[in-house]
């Protein structure tokens, strides 16, 4: 009677498992699927609209690319320190002239950045990682076959309903996780396409002086930061995705039987959490780790 009891509740818990995992890979696979792509294949309308306004925007940053222009060839020019010489002067025209270049060609540059998130992305999914999670062999073992593995006895069964109180727990976790990570990865794409057309009136400071060109330089940096936002987004999703479906983090010790699927599941519970953080949080190490 009891082994049979203990056969049923290991089936469930089982069984709720791969549905929270159902869930959380799905949700998680649409967020990675998104990562790998190019915004303007993501959304043709999206990017229809951010050219659209860009031209616009094109306009507005030939005329500040020249008053930025006269602007630092003023204060250069009646700076009694300088030494206004004529490789001076052109000096400051090779600038006007590397000012209308990124200005006009702001978004064919961006759009090439791009294929570099999506190129990282390809071969990292080439070299065969995944961002799904799976029960580990250990735990199958357990819940499909407990009586055979070591989990008899009243107090085994007590854990078993305790686990599945844990397994639906973890449903609401992975299915809060994982849609909020695919929120993440709608957001990076929304983010991206408002950034672009700003690239215009940022390179336009490239024609003035050093005091007025570090917002082209702050533009850039924002943008590559944002754009291989996504590669690191995907490599926390397959690093987490690797060490749960790996088996236990060794933090229940050297429990076994129920014990240990009980100790798995809080794991489980805390490396989605974990992959949230690291995915909300990818810009910011993006951004540290290259210096942007």
């Given at each position: ?91 400051m025209?090779l ?10 060609n ?29 029960i ?11 009586t ?76 590559i ?40 599941m ?27």
């Amino acid at each position: 009677m009891l082994e049979g009891l203990i056969e049923a509740l290991g089936f469930v818990v089982y069984l709720l498992l791969e549905l929270g995992l159902s869930f959380y890979n799905n949700l998680v696979g649409m967020a990675a699927g998104m990562l790998g792509q190019d915004p303007a294949a993501w959304s043709s309308a999206g990017w229809a609209f951010t050219k659209n306004v860009n031209s616009i925007f094109l306009a507005i940053g030939g005329v500040l690319t020249v008053i930025f222009f006269l602007m630092g060839f003023c204060a250069d020019s009646m700076d009694i320190r300088q030494d206004f010489r004529v490789e001076n002067i052109l000096r400051m025209f090779l600038k006007l002239s590397v000012a209308e270049f990124f200005v006009i060609n702001s978004l064919t540059l961006v759009r090439k950045l791009f294929a570099l998130s999506t190129g990282v992305i390809s071969k990292i999914s080439g070299q065969g990682l995944t961002f799904a999670y799976k029960i580990p062999d250990e735990v199958y073992k357990l819940l499909n076959s407990p009586t055979e593995n070591g989990i008899t006895g009243g107090s085994d069964a007590l854990l078993l309903v305790v686990s599945i109180l844990l397994a639906l727990i973890f449903m609401l976790v992975a299915v809060g996780c994982g849609g909020f990570i695919l929120y993440e990865a709608f957001q990076r794409f929304f983010k991206i396409l408002l950034l672009v057309p700003y690239g215009t009136l940022a390179n336009s400071t490239i024609a003035g002086n050093h005091m007025l060109a570090h917002s082209a330089e702050a533009f850039w940096k924002y943008a590559i930061a944002t754009i291989l936002e996504a590669v690191t987004m995907y490599m926390a999703l397959a690093l987490c995705a690797m060490i749960i479906s790996s088996g236990s983090l060794q933090l229940v010790g050297q429990q076994t039987g129920a014990l240990y699927v009980v100790g798995w599941m809080l794991e489980m519970c805390l490396i989605c959490w974990l992959t949230l953080g690291l995915v909300k949080g990818s810009e910011t190490i993006t951004q540290k780790a290259l210096g942007l």
